[in-house]
């Protein structure tokens, strides 16, 4: 079923009668006098709020109309564009008012790009490779001097008229009452709105008033208050200086070589201009650089930001935009558009500069002030940049001491990279504060090398993700796991089939411990010990029901914890949705209450799917069936429309033998009712992961357009 506005299935209410787009959006309305759109729910606010005109309930253009897919196209352009000119800008002053002034612009900017895409269903595109500050300059008609604050008013202006001139243009020379015509009204009167602001923010600053943008809400620094910690060294202090900390390969560092280590490198960042609240890439392999790269930027006072080493370039170009980097730790600069290779720390010339530099004493931080940014997986759009605060480390350890029962005398090691929220949190934060001994691989996770490195590391506490112990298990490494001395196996990221724990305990004799977390709150905020229970919540943290589902009806949850994050960055929409009151993490994950009391994990609202007028669970057929059929790796299913527009299923497997996969499949498949039985069946190499290795069932609907 289509929803009638956004034309994208919709997710059922409770009871059934009724159902709520897809993308959560309220009911929005357009002024017939200044074009804005503004939001409203069951009823419009009666006049514009901007300028007292008459309101028209907004029936949005479908993306798949060419001329409002291409107008939707230029805007993105523009947005992209000037947000890069503003992180800049911003990056590049000196002046602490221009600094808060054209990082809020950026803000503006990602926040106006989430209205589009979220409005328009249309993912935001790749940034362009060829803008710079003179291109900004160039298109805003005035002269480029980086370096005067006047003139980075003058070109941010016109850049904003610029904008809204040519939206402007556009409607007045499409066909009157055209769907592209009122969406460039739209564009025209947004961005003239955005002037506006640049307007009255210039005669702020002009006037020497302190706050140019009262009511702004961005992740700032707060003042300083009574109560100041910071992160790195609450993480680092107590432990005895001689105890090992982190090993990797061949190399080691004891609790006080690596506090002297983040000492240093926060003095070698300062000496390069990092002050605080900047935020500073680290661009790195696992290994001891990666740690101390983190902890020093935090020790700073600056914001520390993992980026996978590997990222895809229009990801990172699009990172370097969105973030507006002060420093970018890296091996080369070489995938580095031009306009931020001056920022880039090549990674020998840094080693020399933090051996060379004094240590310095830990910044003082408000509770609330940024700490770092993890980037959410990215599995139903662009990942989001999560910020956590300075606080987020005063419990880090709680779920990992009560819960998982670690302790000092413990050696950690996550088969996933540290710029995924998971090992970061769970092995290296939570492993230092602690006390115990963190291990480090800085090679990329396979089967063989996971096994080859705890063979090696001997460690007592595996941290990994349901595929990877999969492919441990059908390459017959799992018993080694044990035999090298593992004593406690975790599994997050995604759910854990109970097929893989069985066959997992039958070959180890190791049960795995399957945790549900998320970028949001960092800690594993419910387990399953494989005790019938199911998932129940962690120690510290408390689980509210999101309104009254029966028993037998999959539902969201909200998790109270004390590692929640301040929110995300650029995104009011995504933030409100998600954050509830400040103090609730409510994911999109759908969850059934057991007999047990406890809780099984049911996919996400997007997994629940409505065929032939029935719903449908995705997550729990595809495990059905790979449970039931022999032969099967891995499976997932997606809901696709056919030729006709009726939505079906189409299942994507993973097998040694496919022809023998295929044929059993289709028997199991034949004993599932008709609106849960498979219409296509597509043999694959592997399932589209993301680099943390979850799920991208978007890339499997492009694929399936593909095969049929």
Known sequence: MLCPKCHRAVVATRDDAGAMCCAHASVQWRCTLCARVVPGFAFAYGSCPHCGGTLDLLDTP?????????????????????????????ADSADARLKELFGHFAVMEGTHMETLARRYHVDVPAPSQAFSVELAAIFAGVENRPRDPENLFRIATAWERRAADFFAERAA??????????????????????AHWLTVAHARWLGGQGNLFPGHRAHAVPAAQAGT?????????????ARTALVCGEQTLSYGALRDRAARTASALRKRGVSTGDRVAIKLPDGLDWVSAYLGAIWAGAVA???????????????LDEAGFRAILAES?????????????????????????????????????????????????????VVHPQRFALRIEQVSREGLGIGADDRLFASSKLFFSYPQTNSLCAGLKLGATVLLDPQWPTAQSVAASVLALHPSVLFCVPSLYRNLLHEGLAPGIANAGVRLCVSAGEALPASLRAAWREQTGLTI??????????ILVMLDRGDGKGLTPSPGVDVELIGDAPADVPTRLAFRAPTL???????????????RDGLLFCPADLFRRNE???????????SLVKIRGRWVNLAELEQQLAAQATGILEAAAVCVPDRDGVDAVALFFVARDAGAADAALRTCAERLPPHQRPRWMHPLSALPRTPTGKLLRRKLQELHRTLA
């Open 565 to 579: 994050a301040l929110g995300y960055l650029d995104r009011p929409q995504a933030q409100a949705e998600t954050f």
């Open 62 to 90: 479908r993306a798949s109309e060419p001329a409002a897919l291409a107008g939707i196209r230029m805007a993105f352009e523009i947005e992209l564009g000037a947000r890069a000119f503003y992180q800049r800008a911003a």
């Open 596 to 606: 047990a009391g406890g809780w099984g994990f049911a996919g996400r609202e997007d």
């Open 173 to 194: 020379s499409a066909a009157p009452g055209s769907a592209e015509q009122t969406l460039y009204l739209e564009l025209a009167a947004e961005e003239a709105e955005h």
């Open 229 to 241: 910690m910071n992160a790195a060294a609450l993480l680092l202090e107590g432990h005895d200086a």
């Open 513 to 522: 411990v399957d945790g549900y977390g998320a970028s949001e709150v960092l």
């Open 305 to 319: 930001v993992a980026v996978n080493p590997r990222i895809p370039a229009a990801e990172w170009h699009y990172i």
């Open 333 to 385: 600069a070489d995938d580095t558009p031009p306009l931020w290779c001056d920022r880039v720390l090549r990674l020998d010339d840094w080693r020399r500069e933090v051996d060379g530099a004094a240590p310095i004493a830990p910044a003082p931080m408000a509770p609330d002030a940024p700490a770092f940014w993890c980037h959410s997986s990215g599995t139903s759009g662009k990942p989001k940049a």
